[in-house]
Structures are given as structure tokens and as C-alpha cells.
């Protein structure tokens, strides 16, 4: 969802190719966003296993998915990259692939058997040309409804299942006081929040229309315009103090029983872990209101060439720890993710990620990420366009439809 520019990738420096087998104790600076509490404590589980077999970890953290991305593009352009970096699963790392930045990881990728436990649609996500250039690390759904069980309790309200309840629900709080949904000011939250909306009120064949098939005749529709009216009746309900609020903090006020609901990736129970409560319980959950369907997204690491034999045997050491069996079960569950191995125990993990372990393993059960079917050109255009739409109350939902229309014309 969160994107960069085309811009950061200007003159490539060429650089040596990926070479070398034998693991050593070296250091790898890896850059990444996970900085809230709950990310923090599931990035630790790498770094611990990494350091416990002979690397050094040396930990880079930039806070925010766009900076993040950016720091890094620019020293791996500048010839100065760091030993790995993160992504979003999808077409975010196609750039640095095409310009010849990034190593091949296929030495290590079939050494440990990654094409027997990553299903079908990760391996194309993480290969270009068939060669594996990223590592997944995780599997996410983006489209999360969490309330607090308590406050709905007291207000007399049950976890709703269509959107006409949830709707009866923030008007109930509303009058109640209670800030019925929480909701940041970053863009990207934003972003989020429509393309739940996409998947939860158009339904999973709209979403399919409009990010797989670039069908124009479902953006025009009747459906669709049903969606931005949704998405635009839900600005009714934040609060004021949104405009200055990350998502964690968003997620903080539903924990912390001050907002009734947040819509937010499955990486909030990061947060509800962090805070000492269990999700599904204080904290619960509904996987996709109005449509149960997995939205497949996560995060993978890519590992930039370079021709320092050192930080190439901790490329390979760290691409091999991330995706150990028992590294893959112990951060996800503090991450709020499911594993990328189809061979782990996942019966351990919360009854969250039960209800989204059954979603994946029905036929129509999921959907793929924006992020794997749009380029970060289209999608930033799109988060442009509804950003300004959420926070600008006097557009009304054709003008929407007309932005997105032209998104999708320019294409």
C-alpha cells in the first residue's frame, strides 16, 4: 500500500554478483519499519536467531513504510547498501530487480527447499524471471475489523456482521460519547481503510474487476459507487485528534477501550500482545465485514548485491534464518501474521489467526494484496486521491469515482 517513487531509482551502480555458500559470524544491517511495540518484539525474534547462530545483527529502523523504503533505495543506488532491507510483498522491489541491484537468493532458496513449503502464489511473488529474489517472511490480511469486547458490552452493542450493523453500532457510540472508530492520519490507513470497504461492500469479484482486470466498467458501476459512498459516510465518524495519530496509537485507543472500533491489518495483535491481552478475546475480531475473504499481503526482505564476501555469507545466513521453521512460528505470533511455511504447527496461534487460517484454506477463501496487482505508481496515485477525499468532507463520492476513473485511464 505505501509506495515509492520511480525517482529514488535513477543511475544503478553496478555492482558484483551475489557469490559465496559457507555461513559465517558477520554482521548485516537490515532496514526495516517495525517500529511500534508489537513489531518491535516480533522483529527481535530475527535478530535473536540470527545473533544465535554466528551473525550480528545491526538493526536499522526507520519509522515508516515509505522513509524506510526510501533510505534504502538511495544507498543502494549510491553504492553504499545495506546488507537487507524490507518490502511489502508485491511489485514494490520490480525496480531494483530490473535495474540489476539486487542478488539472487536461488542458492539458498533451493538448498532449503523453498519451492516445497511456500505455496504457488508466493513463489511468483517473490521471483522474477525464475530467480528468488526476496525472502517472505510472513502472510498478512489487511482487512481487519477490531473492537473492544468491553465498550460494545456496555453499550449494549454486539460485534457486528454486515456493515448496516456496524453503522447502527458507531451511531450508538457516538451518542454514547465513545470515539466510535479510530482511524490515523497517515495516507496509507487511509488507503487501507477504502480498499476494506472495496472488498467488504462491493464484494470479492469487484475488488478482483478493478485491481486484476483493470475493468473500467466496474469502476463506473453501480457497485462501485456504492462503495466511496460507504467509504464517504465513515469520515463521519473519527475524532479530531486523528489527523496527528499513527495506526498503532489508532490501535492503542480500541485497546485501551477509548474508541470502539479500528479497522487495521492483522498486525494489530502485535499491539494487543504488547499490551498483555489476548485477541479474539478483550480485543476481538471480524475477518472482513460483510465479505469473509483473505486479503494476501505480508512483507518480504531483499538482500542488494554487493561485492564484500563478508556481508554476502550474512545474506545468505539471514535469508536461511528467516524462514527456519521455528524462527517462522515464534515471529508471527508476535507479529499478528501467519507463517509463510505450509509445514509449521500453527495451532498454537491465536483464534484470530485460526479464523484466517480457514479463510485461506477455502477455494475463494482469499484475494491477492493490491500491492501484488497494482504498480507503487498506481497505488500512490490512489492514495493520493483518497487521502485528499477523506480528509476534504465536501467531496462527495462521484467526485471519488471520477478521480479513480482517471487513475485507472492514465494507466
Not at 479497522?263 to 479474539?280: Q, V, Y
Not at 505450509?342 to 483464534?351: F, M, Q
Amino acid at each position: 500500500m505505501k509506495h515509492i517513487s520511480k525517482a529514488l531509482l535513477g543511475a544503478a551502480a553496478s555492482l558484483a554478483i551475489l557469490a559465496g555458500s559457507a555461513f559465517a559470524a558477520e554482521k548485516a544491517e537490515v532496514i526495516h519499519w517495525w517500529t511500534s511495540g508489537g513489531e518491535s518484539a516480533a522483529v527481535k525474534v530475527f535478530a535473536d536467531q540470527f545473533n544465535a547462530q554466528g551473525g550480528e545483527w545491526v538493526d536499522a529502523a526507520i519509522a515508516g513504510g515509505e522513509a524506510a523504503r526510501a533510505a534504502g533505495i538511495n544507498r543502494i543506488v549510491g553504492g553504499n547498501p545495506p546488507t537487507a532491507m524490507q518490502f511489502n510483498t508485491g511489485k514494490q522491489f520490480e525496480d531494483l530487480v530490473a535495474q540489476g541491484l539486487l542478488g539472487s537468493l536461488d542458492e539458498v532458496a533451493a538448498a532449503d527447499g523453498w519451492a516445497k513449503f511456500l505455496s504457488p502464489v508466493l513463489v511468483k511473488a517473490v521471483s522474477r524471471d525464475g530467480h528468488f529474489y526476496a525472502v517472505p517472511v510472513n502472510i498478512h490480511s489487511n482487512n481487519w475489523l477490531w473492537y473492544n469486547a468491553d465498550v460494545l458490552a456496555k453499550n449494549g452493542i454486539e460485534p457486528p456482521k454486515t456493515w448496516d450493523e456496524l453503522f447502527a453500532a458507531l451511531d450508538k457510540l457516538k451518542a454514547a460519547g465513545v470515539i466510535p472508530m479510530a482511524q490515523s492520519g497517515d495516507a496509507w490507513t487511509q488507503l487501507l481503510l477504502f480498499n476494506d470497504v472495496v472488498l467488504g461492500v462491493g464484494g470479492r469479484d469487484l475488488f478482483l474487476k478493478i485491481f486484476q482486470d483493470n475493468d473500467m466498467e466496474a469502476i463506473k458501476s453501480p457497485e462501485f459507487k456504492k462503495v466511496a459512498e460507504t467509504f464517504g459516510k465513515l469520515r463521519e465518524y473519527g475524532d479530531a485528534g486523528q489527523q496527528g495519530r499513527q495506526w498503532n496509537q489508532a490501535t492503542g485507543l480500541v485497546i485501551d477501550g477509548k474508541a470502539g472500533f479500528n479497522f487495521m491489518g492483522d498486525w494489530a495483535k502485535g499491539e494487543i500482545i504488547a499490551a498483555g491481552l489476548t485477541p479474539g478475546k478483550e480485543v476481538g475480531c471480524v475477518p472482513g465485514l460483510g465479505n469473509q475473504v483473505y486479503w494476501i499481503g505480508g512483507d518480504v526482505f531483499v538482500f542488494p548485491k554487493t561485492d564484500n564476501a563478508d556481508a554476502q555469507k550474512a545474506q545468505k545466513l539471514l535469508a536461511h534464518v528467516m524462514l527456519e521453521p521455528d524462527t517462522q512460528v515464534a515471529f508471527n505470533a508476535k507479529k499478528g501474521s501467519v507463517p509463510v511455511r505450509a509445514d509449521v504447527d500453527t495451532s498454537k496461534l491465536d483464534v484470530c489467526a485460526q479464523e484466517g487460517l480457514k479463510l485461506l484454506a477455502k477455494p475463494d477463501g482469499a484475494v491477492p494484496g493490491t500491492d501484488f496487482l497494482q504498480t507503487p505508481d498506481t497505488l500512490g496515485s490512489l492514495q493520493d486521491a483518497i487521502g485528499q477525499f477523506w480528509t476534504t468532507p465536501s467531496q462527495t463520492p462521484d467526485e471519488l469515482v471520477a478521480k479513480v476513473v482517471s487513475i485507472w485511464e492514465s494507466k
